[in-house]
């Protein structure tokens, strides 16, 4: 990709930061080698201790960003006790990256049972099986579990576990940055209002 096709389009006019990240999320889909969706998620735990690894987007629109994880995992309960979280997405194909944060809230059981029913029987086999971010004894136990779960579900479907779900991280800033010349980047925030509405936008410094 040249680089008059990376800065084409003014992105720092934009007034609204939802279609912006959808623009920008399409190009990656098309330049991307793997996992476009993609993102680092940051969380904090109770002693104030950052965290921070990669997940997958699942779905986005006003509402905030969403993504699916067990929430007896690490993320999960630092979530549940923090309500907050951000995220950075970064599109190597295209110098480009995003950061969120925001406050975070469960999304319902009809959306975590939609998104659960369509993924592989494998991985909704595996959420019963792994007892996420706890020590593991051995690689066979994990097998076993997984064999155990799959004996019990040989037939028809497969609940969602109670303890997989969805967040969604409703976003108080939305940042979007995209490489230039000399690291004279362009960097545009988009800040929520107090108590939500409208978004404010911020030019800033590289």
Known sequence: MNENAL????FTQENEPYSLFGT?????????????NALALATVDESGMPNVRMVLLKGFDENGFVFYTNFESRKGTEILSSHKAAMCFHWKSLRRQVRVRGDVEVVSDAEADIY??????????????????????????LEKAVAEYTARYAIGDIPRPPHWS???????SIEFWH???FRLHDRVEFRRAEGGGGWTKVRMYP
């Open 166 to 172: 969805g967040f969604r991280i409703r976003p108080v």
């Open 179 to 181: 490489d230039r010349p």
């Open 24 to 36: 920008w999320l399409a190009e990656a889909e098309k330049s991307e080698p793997n996992d476009p």
């Open 116 to 141: 659960y029913a369509s993924r592989p029987r494998g991985s909704r086999i595996g959420a019963w099986a792994s007892k996420q971010s706890r020590p593991l004894e051995s690689r066979f136990a």
């Open 7 to 10: 800065t084409s389009g003014d």
